[in-house]
């Protein structure tokens, strides 16, 4: 199960960590991810991290902005947010797919598992 928090309203230009907390057994053997959604759009790709090796993506329109992260000890994956934009507002979703070998994996119909999504604003 897979519990996403730390979403909320902030400013343009100012900054929010959203956080997803797995929890049951796991063994850390997941590929895991982050997107978004919002009304009437398909749900899309912003950052993903390989199980073990720490190997990232972004889409493009986060790069350099967005910072993923993980604590395999705590179970956690972190989205760190800066320099937000209005067209950031969506509601986050984390997703985790277990994985053999270490890799990142963007295409979201490939993942097993999905948060309950945590809604971010950004106000201009």
């Known amino acids: 199960q897979l519990q996403a928090s730390g979403g909320g309203l902030v400013q343009a230009g100012g900054s929010l960590t959203l956080t997803c907390a797995a929890s049951?057994?796991?063994?850390?053997?997941?590929?895991m991810g982050w997107f978004r959604q919002t009304p009437g759009k398909e749900r899309e790709f912003v950052a993903a991290?390989?199980?073990?090796?720490?190997?990232?993506h972004y889409a493009d329109s986060v790069k350099g902005r967005f910072t993923i992260s993980r604590d395999n000890a705590k179970k956690t994956v972190s989205l760190q947010m800066n320099s937000l934009k209005p067209e950031d507002t969506a509601v986050y979703y984390c997703a985790a797919k277990q994985v053999i070998l270490s890799v990142v994996v963007t295409n979201r119909t490939r993942f097993d598992y999905w948060g309950q999504g945590t809604q971010v604003t950004v106000s201009s």
């Open positions: 049951g057994r796991t063994r850390n053997s997941y590929a």
């Open positions: 991290i390989s199980r073990s090796d720490g190997a990232e």
